[in-house]
């Protein structure tokens, strides 16, 4: 019943039938895992070290060693496995993942909730996208920082040195991305895998050397760690969480890689070897943890003659975890520009043939000096471990919320048993989240300001593209009203033809106003464009452009793009010759509305987030520059808006 119901998520089916079919599923699960799995592949890096070595450890006695391995054991299977990958993982909208997917997702059944409801959910999505961002800010830093320390073993003098090291690796890091990921993203996934492979090795020889450690596969240990430690449990479940952050990359990055590859990537590779190594770990503490080098379980792991290559091997798959973190905040702000939740921006794209190829170059900036300020400021992964977490699993509740509404209002789940199963993962990730609150004194504080301050920026931005579409419709007439006006008194005709962009299909554009009542002309041919931006990932090329002939030589085309597509409006005019009319890009005048902004005392906004909100416009990308159109062939009408 569960798995009838999980399948009305979405449908998919990957052909497996005969021999290319299976090459090319493989391809697709190794491509996986050099995208999906990178940030929770390198969580064995600090999680383990940090629930007995960090600033708010346990001590380290065997009960609490197979509790702790216990419940980090069970935390991927609950999860990660169980949540993400066998439930959340169906929630897809068009094969895309993410929060803003589950938006859309839920949009869509606007009918089934009110109007409050919809801004809660609304609200409670956009605080889980913004802290994403936070997530995506600390995710390089500490990962690099903590396979970079892995020096301080070989070389101990290096110590100084390691943040000036770490900062180089991020600055390279960030400094290739405008090159985009396409060409090295084929040696990812074998990187990746050769890792994975050195994790469930060592685990193994861990294991071997204390197989008593398997015990903590029971579950009765991490429950009675939990009586046992009580309060001071919660410092730790802060460590414990750091195993399965990664965990909403899983589901943000399915749209490359489909459900199916990413589900084997993670049964048959991840899961294996993430639980080995942190057994193998657990065994070095209950066996001998005098061989514990400078208070890191992982490296100490590893054999002397094999510690120089791990921690090279450790630093590549933690550049490559950073990779996959710094395009899905490329993904993630594509996205939230498309649904109107932030201004349009600079977005490059850096293949021909993949749409999720993109690069943002003002995000890109911000993270890197974001990361260079953590590292200069945290000094070590250690301290770093207390600033990380509280996004992550503010996010996954998030997550959590949205999906009882998918499973509510889009599956129309009315079973008492999933039910109680999704009360119970929900249980588990708000003790989680509190946690993770007891770290904010600690650098919690960070993604909390640093998801705050976007959210203010989106909330701000969103209702304020609102009040300027109400300010200018007040201003305007129905189109079919214009068009009578004009045909009663002709105004001059010249040849050519004008493309006039439109906020609406429905009213008459300011530009196109303000065009006649100065100067007086029209051209021949006149399209009113307006570009629409769906609640899906993509739209079918045969559904892009839809126009219509009004009357007096004028025309209204509605374009409709994806969350994930960006409008170009030079190969939109080409469209039209298949609808009868043609339209030459390097010939046409396009018309184009610029609002200058004036907070006021206006109902609408408080007057800072209105001086906010103008500051935004006026910073952000030209419409002419965002959709591509021709400088020479752009007239720009300026019109004053009160806010």
């Avoid at 970079?148 to 600055?171: K, Q, R, T």
């Avoid at 197989?211 to 579950?219: F, G, R, T």
């Avoid at 399915?254 to 770990?281: C, D, E, T």
């Avoid at 959590?400 to 009360?423: E, S």
């Amino acid at each position: 019943m569960v798995g009838e119901n999980l399948a009305l998520g979405s449908q998919e089916s990957v052909p497996h039938e005969n021999g290319v079919s299976k090459k090319y599923l493989a391809a697709l699960t190794l491509g996986a895992l050099g995208v999906v799995f990178g940030d929770i592949g390198t969580s064995p890096l600090y999680a383990l070290r940090e629930c007995f070595f960090g600033s708010h450890s346990i001590s380290l006695t065997p009960p609490h060693v197979l509790g702790v391995l216990s419940l980090i054991v069970w935390s991927l299977i609950i999860l990660i496995s169980i949540d993400y990958l066998l439930f959340i993982l169906s929630a897809d909208n068009k094969g895309e993942g993410g929060v803003f997917a589950l938006l859309a997702l839920i949009s869509k059944q606007k009918g089934r909730a009110s109007a409050v409801s919809m801004k809660l959910i609304l609200f409670t999505g956009i605080a889980g996208a913004a802290l994403l961002y936070g997530d995506g800010m600390i995710t390089p830093a500490i990962s690099v920082l903590s396979a970079v320390e892995g020096f301080e073993i070989l070389v101990p003098g290096v110590h100084d040195y390691i943040s000036l090291i770490a900062i180089v690796i991020l600055s390279s890091l960030f400094a290739v991305q405008s090159r985009g990921t396409a060409k090295v993203g084929a040696v990812f996934g074998p990187i990746i895998l050769l890792w994975f492979a050195a994790l469930a090795i060592l685990g193994i020889k861990g294991i071997i050397t204390e197989p008593s450690v398997l015990k903590a596969l029971n579950p009765i240990y991490g429950l009675e760690f939990l009586i046992e430690t009580k309060l001071q449990s919660i410092w730790i479940l802060g460590s414990v969480f750091l195993v399965v952050t990664g965990g909403e990359a899983l589901y943000a990055d399915m749209g490359h890689f489909g459900k199916l590859p990413i589900r084997i990537g993670w049964f048959s590779v991840v899961l294996p070897a993430l639980i080995l190594n942190y057994l193998g770990q657990g065994a070095l503490l209950l066996g001998d943890p005098s061989k514990i080098i400078r208070e890191n379980p992982f490296f100490s792991l590893s054999p002397s003659w094999a510690l120089l290559p791990m921690v090279i091997l450790a630093t590549m798959a933690t550049v490559i975890a950073s990779q996959a973190l710094i395009a899905g905040a490329f993904s993630l702000t594509r996205q939230a520009v498309q649904l109107g939740y932030l201004p349009r921006m600079e977005i490059r794209h850096t293949s021909s043939d993949e749409i999720g190829q993109i690069y943002v170059p003002v995000v890109n900036w911000l993270l890197l000096l974001a990361n260079i300020w953590l590292v200069l400021t945290f000094k070590s992964s250690g301290n770093l471990a207390a600033a990380y977490g509280f996004a992550v699993s503010t996010s996954m509740v998030i997550t959590t919320i949205l999906m009882y509404f998918v499973a509510r209002d889009v599956w129309r789940w009315r079973m008492f048993i999933p039910t109680i199963g999704w009360i119970g993962i929900f249980l588990i990730k708000i003790g989680f989240f509190s946690a993770a609150v007891i770290k904010i004194p600690y650098g919690g504080w960070f993604p909390l300001v640093v998801g705050s301050g976007i959210m203010i920026l989106m909330t701000t931005w969103w209702r304020g593209r609102q009040i300027v579409a109400e300010r200018l419709r007040s201003r305007s007439s129905p189109l079919l009203e214009f068009i009578a006006s004009i045909k009663a008194k002709p105004p001059l005709r010249v040849p050519g033809i004008s493309i006039f962009l439109a906020r609406s299909s429905e009213g008459t554009p300011t530009a196109l106003i303000h065009n006649l009542t100065h100067n007086k002309v029209l051209h021949e041919k006149v399209v009113i464009l307006t570009i629409d931006t769906e609640d899906e990932p993509t739209v079918p090329i045969q559904d892009r452009l839809k126009i219509e002939n009004l009357d007096f030589g004028i025309y209204r085309a509605v374009a409709r793009y994806g969350f994930m597509e960006t409008p170009h409006v030079p190969r939109l005019m080409l469209l039209c010759q298949d609808q009868g009319l043609k339209v030459d890009p390097s010939e046409a005048t396009f018309f184009l509305g610029r609002e200058t902004l004036i907070p006021t005392h206006r109902e609408g906004m408080a007057l800072w987030r209105e001086g906010l909100f103008a500051f935004m416009a006026r910073n952000a990308q030209r419409a002419m520059n965002f959709f591509k159109i021709p400088a020479d062939r752009v007239v720009e009408i300026g019109v004053q808006v009160e806010l």
